[in-house]
Nanobody, 122 residues
Framework: QVQLAESGGGLVQAGGSLRLSCAAS????????MGWYRQTPGKEREFVAA????????SYSDSVKGRFIISGDNAKNTVYLQMNSLKPDDTAVYFC???????????????WGQGTLVTVAS
C-alpha cells in the first residue's frame, strides 16, 4: 500500500497564492504518477493536475491551466501544487492522488490522500 500525506492548505484572499505538498510513503515502487483532485460539497471530485515523476510531463484541467503549477521530486516521492491567482471558486478540499503513470492518475488513481482544505475568501 501507498500512503499519501498532504499539507499546505489554509485560508487565503482572492488573488493570493498557496502551495500544497504531498509526500508518498510505503510501497512506492512502480508509482510514477502523482497529482491533485478537488471536491466541494455536493459535487463530484474533479481532476486538477497530474505529473509524471520520472519524465516531468504534466496535465492540467482547463479551470486551473495558467494559474496552477504542478511539480514533483522523484527522489522524495513528493508532489507540489503551486496555486496562484486564486479565486473563490477554487475553494475545495484538495486530494493528493497517485498511480503507476500520469495518465492513470488523471483517469483513475490507485491511491488517495485524506485531503486538505483550501478556502479562498473574496
Amino acid at each position: 500500500q501507498v500512503q499519501l500525506a498532504e499539507s499546505g492548505g489554509g485560508l487565503v484572499q482572492a488573488g493570493g497564492s498557496l502551495r500544497l505538498s504531498c509526500a508518498a510513503s510505503g510501497r512506492t515502487f512502480g508509482m510514477n504518477g502523482m497529482g491533485w483532485y478537488r471536491q466541494t460539497p455536493g459535487k463530484e471530485r474533479e481532476f486538477v493536475a497530474a505529473i509524471s515523476l520520472s519524465g516531468g510531463s504534466t496535465s492540467y484541467s482547463d479551470s486551473v491551466k495558467g494559474r496552477f503549477i504542478i511539480s514533483g521530486d522523484n527522489a522524495k516521492n513528493t508532489v507540489y501544487l503551486q496555486m496562484n491567482s486564486l479565486k473563490p471558486d477554487d475553494t475545495a478540499v484538495y486530494f493528493c492522488a497517485a498511480g503507476s503513470a500520469r495518465v492513470s492518475v488523471k483517469v483513475a488513481p490507485d491511491f488517495w490522500g485524506q485531503g486538505t482544505l483550501v478556502t479562498v475568501a473574496s
